[in-house]
C-alpha cells in the first residue's frame, strides 16, 4: 500500500464517521502502522473520538522512542511476534523485549475519557 497517498482529508473523513457512529473504539493496523507519515496525528486526532489501538510487528517500537509513545494517547498496542523468533530467541526478539520493558516503565499519555 502506497501510504504516501493517505491525504489529511482521508483522515477527517475517517474522524467524522467515528464521531457520527459513536464508534468507541479503533485498531489502527496494516501492513505496519508505523510506515504511515500520518500516523502520530490519525493517533491523536481519532483519540479524540475514540480509544486508540495500534498493531504493530515491532517498527513502531524502533521508530519512536519509547518517550514519543507514551506521549500518545494510545490505549493499547498490540505486538506480533512470530513464533520462530520465541522458539530461536533471536536477537531481534530479546531487542523487542527490551524495547517493551523501556515502553512499560514510561507514564502513560492516555487521558481518560
Given amino acids: 500500500m502506497d501510504y504516501g497517498a493517505v491525504e489529511s482529508t482521508d483522515l477527517d473523513r475517517v474522524l467524522r ?3 457520527t457512529h459513536g464508534i468507541e473504539k ?3 493496523s496494516g501492513g505496519e502502522p508505523a510506515m504511515s ?10 483519540a ?10 515491532g517498527l513502531l517500537l524502533k521508530r519512536y522512542s519509547p518517550e514519543e509513545i507514551a506521549k ?4 493499547a498496542i498490540n505486538i506480533s511476534i512470530p513464533l520462530e523468533d520465541i522458539q530461536t530467541g533471536s536477537a531481534w526478539f530479546w ?5 517493551v520493558e523501556l515502553l512499560l ?9
Fill in 48 to 57: 479524540t473520538a475514540a480509544k486508540v489501538t495500534v498493531f504493530t510487528n
Fill in 72 to 75: 500518545l494517547p494510545i490505549s
Fill in 26 to 28: 479503533v485498531y489502527l
Fill in 17 to 19: 464517521f467515528v464521531h
Fill in 95 to 99: 531487542s523487542l523485549l527490551e524495547k
Fill in 105 to 113: 516503565e514510561q507514564p502513560s499519555g492516555e487521558e481518560d475519557k
Fill in 37 to 46: 507519515p500520518l500516523l502520530t496525528e490519525a493517533v491523536r486526532q481519532l
